[in-house]
């Protein structure tokens, strides 16, 4: 089983669609997880960080249920600059620093 | 966004050369990694440092060195280029679990080994 794993995708979904991407852990004593974005030949760009409440930025909402190992994104209202690859990233050690990056999800939000 | 360089931006060499790429940061961060991304892989972790002349391997550390001399430089060695090390390599920086834990990621480095 690989360490974080998500949704193969691609998404393909119209414009103003909501749109939930999700990822899943394998170490149930990771401690930090993000959503990252990643454009076409560019570098990955932090999202948000998912916290244990669930926190919400905008369109985009994310969420941890620590008991599945299970994270969330949703978006929102879709736009056509949301299309790009998205990144479920853990870290997977408590007192340092393991990030895992998941395969990524790639979305095409079309007119 | 954060500051954070690489240099060189794009670089094509030959098997069995030595290539070295650059990672400069000014934002203080005490973390510094190198990733690669290749297609059906996703970013894998090469070398990471927690702090100047500290480092550690990663999970494809084959065939890489790496050196911190500067809080600024993380330094990538690939000492005989093979053609299976063509790929893109990030660099990243963090602040580690104090400042937020967050990483931000330079605009990375295409590397053609022929």
């Known amino acids: 089983r690989k360490e974080v794993e998500q949704d193969p995708g691609p998404f393909n979904v119209p414009e103003g669609a909501t749109v939930a991407f999700n990822c899943t852990y394998s170490?149930?004593?990771?401690?930090?997880f993000f959503w990252y974005r990643q454009d076409c030949r560019k570098e990955p760009k932090l999202l948000m960080s998912?916290?244990?409440s669930g926190n919400e930025d905008g369109r985009f909402t994310a969420q941890l249920n620590r008991a599945s190992q299970y994270i969330s994104l949703l978006i929102r209202d879709s736009k056509l600059s949301d299309s790009a690859t998205y990144l479920c990233?853990?870290?997977?050690?408590?007192?340092?620093?393991?990030?895992?990056f998941g395969p990524g999800t790639r979305l095409s939000v079309l007119p | 966004d954060a500051g954070i360089t690489q240099s060189p931006r794009h670089k094509v060499t030959e098997t069995g050369t030595p290539v070295t790429l650059r990672c400069h940061q000014t934002?203080?961060?005490?973390?510094m990694y190198w990733y690669r991304q290749d297609p059906g892989h996703g970013l894998r972790l090469i070398h990471y440092?927690?702090?100047?002349?500290?480092?550690d391997k990663g999970e494809v550390s084959d065939g890489y060195s790496v050196s911190r001399s500067k809080t600024e430089d993380f330094l990538l060695t690939l000492e005989s280029a093979t053609s299976s090390q063509t790929s893109v390599y990030f660099c990243?920086?963090?602040?580690?679990?104090?400042?937020?834990?967050?990483?931000?990621f330079g605009p990375g480095t295409r590397l053609t080994v022929l």
């Open positions: 170490n149930s004593a990771s401690q930090s």
């Open positions: 998912v916290y244990s």
């Open positions: 934002e203080n961060h005490r973390y």
């Open positions: 440092s927690y702090g100047v002349k500290d480092t």
């Open positions: 990233v853990v870290n997977m050690r408590a007192n340092g620093q393991n990030f895992v």
């Open positions: 990243a920086i963090s602040g580690g679990l104090r400042e937020g834990n967050e990483q931000f």
